[in-house]
């Protein structure tokens, strides 16, 4: 109850201080004072800006709106675009006054009252607006001009025949020779809107000429517009692709970083086509890119180094030499440095291996974990990429251990089992100096791998035994599942390679497991080999320690690789193709013949379900029987699923069978 006084008394509150404000504007003294009737019509703006409703004092801001002062003019002109689709009648009342404030000696009030007409947006007004219109695009102002033709993108959303009965689209065209540079750009930006359907608009030979002539005439944003236009043209022949590059060339050394992404996509689609031009392309753009890493900015730098990404991918030693510009600066962001060391691995090379180890050992003591953790896998796929660099490496990783540091102890071991997947050989070298690691490590990732090494590995260390026998004498306070897994196959892998020494170990670690153990995936695992070891110690070792594929490949080519047709998008940054994220597609497949059309709500759509029928049953039947046999099921739940047990063990049976 004394919620619902409060709302009627805020509501009662806010209908007085409207009523108070209505007051302020009828008052004929207020009137007369300029500042005071200013004054009266910035607090009905701010209440507006508030959230409060005030469209009731709409006749009263119609009349304040004949004014010549230009603050004033402009919050009525605000106020009537906000509420006068509202008051669609009372909007008529404003017509004479914003006609005749498009016909004023002051340029800046010609186009304020076009902007304003034209965001109306009542299509009871058209008539009014259409001559305007048409004579701000012949204005002598080009403030009135490029707002005219803002104007024009306005009307066609309110009513899009006008635009062909007035040929506002040739208009347009004929606009783009027009001497200012913002006039152009907003006439391609309308002619873009306005023909979204047709696939925007035309490039042309001549217009695209023009436009590549009078470039340096246009602001950044100008420029990248253009830009981004002329990839739709297609040049006749390699002369003109080599004139537009010569005209364009400048551009890569713009101070905007926008401008130079955009000429360096033109650069590429320009010279599609020729694919003995791809290496002096690259040679040229090689410049501007490395500047831009260099920038102050770090969102720049980052920008820049996932583009870099995407040409390492097409041509893999573009930046081989110039790998000390990726090195990390001790002032960048961490996600600065993650991607510096990412594509460090990939500008790694038998040239400059070295150099690039030892900064990535640098980095490894950094003091943010995640990219301490970063630089020592890319210590370790340098080592499964590079052969001849995998001895610098894994003597990298040994000498990180003598830090004792638990993250990078913990990232140290990790990024050894992937080494000793591919040099089974170096098992020698790096398992002694893992034996005194295990009390440092805290990661159940970490502990999983030192355990996974002992396990292959451990027959050349006379210790290994004794090194799992003291974590099995643990296992009771282990709370990771995944150790525990592990430390189960390390011990049957050690169990047939040292029989006498583990034996006894391997007993008790087994019978924990079954007996105590409260994760049924371990306790199935011990079940599993204890059934084993009963049934056949000879099958179960060929099990349990078969041969393993040696790693040959380290990861699969990310997404980015594939990018390049997006150069200069957010597909870019996202690292993924734009349609994944402009046009989402629902999280599932309707399986049903797709020439057919359902009625059906989209819940029920969403509990389609495909019919599969094999040789002897159908589950789908025993869910329900359906209508027809070609008809696809749904699923219903029952809101009381009671089943006996002799009813389970029957529907159990049907289906084992």
């Known amino acids: 109850a004394s919620s619902g006084k409060m709302s009627t008394s805020t509501s009662s509150d806010k209908k007085t201080e409207v009523g108070e404000l209505r007051s302020l504007l009828r008052n004929s003294e207020i009137q007369r004072d300029p500042k005071q009737y200013e004054q009266a019509v910035q607090k009905v703006i701010a209440y507006m800006t508030l959230g409060i409703d005030v469209s009731s004092l709409f006749s009263e801001m119609i009349m304040a709106g004949a004014t010549q002062n230009m603050v004033q003019k402009k919050m009525v002109y605000l106020y009537l675009s906000t509420y006068a689709e509202q008051n669609s009648e009372l909007s008529l009342l404003t017509i004479n006054t914003l006609r005749k404030d498009a016909n004023d000696r002051n340029p800046t009030v010609r186009g304020l009252a076009l902007r304003s007409m034209s965001s109306l947006r009542i299509p009871n007004i058209v008539e009014y607006i259409q001559q305007p219109l048409q004579a701000g695009l012949q204005d002598k102002s080009a403030y009135v001009r490029k707002t005219a033709v803002m104007g024009v993108v306005k009307l066609f959303y309110v009513a899009p025949e006008v635009i062909n009965d007035l040929n506002l689209v040739d208009v347009l065209y004929q606009m ?27 490039i042309t030979k001549k217009i695209a000429h023009y436009l590549i002539n009078r470039l ?14 002329l990839l739709r043209y297609k040049c006749e022949d390699e002369e003109e692709v080599f004139d537009i590059l010569s005209v364009i060339d400048d551009r890569l050394k713009h101070v905007v970083s926008a401008v130079v992404f955009a000429t360096i996509r033109l650069f590429f689609h320009l010279t599609d086509g020729i694919p003995d031009l791809q290496d002096d392309i690259n040679d040229r753009i090689k410049t501007p890119l490395l500047t831009a890493i260099g920038s102050s900015s770090p969102e720049v730098v980052y920008t820049c180094l996932q583009h870099i990404e995407i040409l390492i991918f097409r041509n893999p030693n573009m930046f081989s030499e110039e790998y000390h510009n990726f090195f990390c600066r001790y002032n ?45 896998q890319a210590i370790g796929k340098i080592s499964v990429r590079i052969g001849s660099q995998a001895n610098i ?71 290994s035994p004794y090194l799992l026998e003291d974590i099995v004498n643990q296992v009771g306070e282990e709370p990771s599942s995944e150790v525990k897994l592990q430390l189960l196959s ?14 006894e170990m391997l007993g008790r670690l087994l019978e924990f497991v079954i007996d105590e153990e409260t994760d049924m995936i371990v306790r199935d695992r ?25 790693l040959s490949e380290y990861t699969s080519p990310p ?27 629902p999280p599932y497949t309707l399986l049903n013949d797709p020439q057919t059309t359902r009625e059906d709500s989209y819940l029920d759509q969403l509990f389609m379900v495909q019919k ?35 009813e389970f063990e029957g529907k159990w049976s049907i289906l084992s069978t």
């Open 176 to 202: 783009l020779r027009d001497n200012d540079p913002y006039v152009i750009c907003n006439c391609l930006s309308a002619l873009e809107e306005i023909l979204a359907n047709e696939g925007g608009m035309v």
């Open 216 to 229: 340096r005439d246009f602001s950044e944003w100008g420029q990248c517009q253009i830009l981004q236009l």
């Open 332 to 376: 960048d962001p961490p996600y600065v440095k993650l991607k510096k060391l990412e594509l460090l691995t990939h500008l790694c090379d038998d040239g400059n291996a070295q150099n690039i180890v030892e900064e990535l050992s640098e980095s490894a003591t950094d003091v943010n974990t995640h990219v301490a953790q970063m630089a020592i």
């Open 393 to 463: 490496c894994v003597d990298t990783l040994l000498a990180l251990l003598n830090m004792e540091i638990d993250h990078i102890t913990s990232e140290t071991v990790t990024t050894m089992t992937n080494v000793l997947r591919k040099y089974e050989e170096m098992h020698e070298m790096i398992l002694p100096r893992l034996t005194s690691c295990y009390d440092i490590m805290s990661s159940p990732q970490c502990k999983s791998s030192f355990i996974w090494i002992i396990g292959e590995f451990g027959e050349s260390l006379p210790e």
């Open 490 to 503: 390390a011990v049957m892998k050690m169990f047939f390679k040292r029989p006498p020494e583990c034996q």
């Open 526 to 550: 011990g079940l599993l080999y204890y059934r084993l070891l009963k049934a056949d110690v000879k099958e179960a070792k060929n099990i349990v320690c078969g041969s393993q594929k040696l």
């Open 559 to 585: 997404k980015a690789a594939t990018l390049f047709s997006e150069f200069n998008s957010l597909a870019v940054m996202y690292s993924q193709s734009s349609s994944e994220f402009i046009e989402p597609s």
């Open 612 to 646: 599969v029928v094999n040789d002897t049953t159908d589950l789908l039947d025993m869910l329900g029987p359906s209508s027809s046999g070609n008809a696809v099921p749904h699923i219903l739940l029952n809101p009381k699923p009671t089943m006996t047990a002799e």
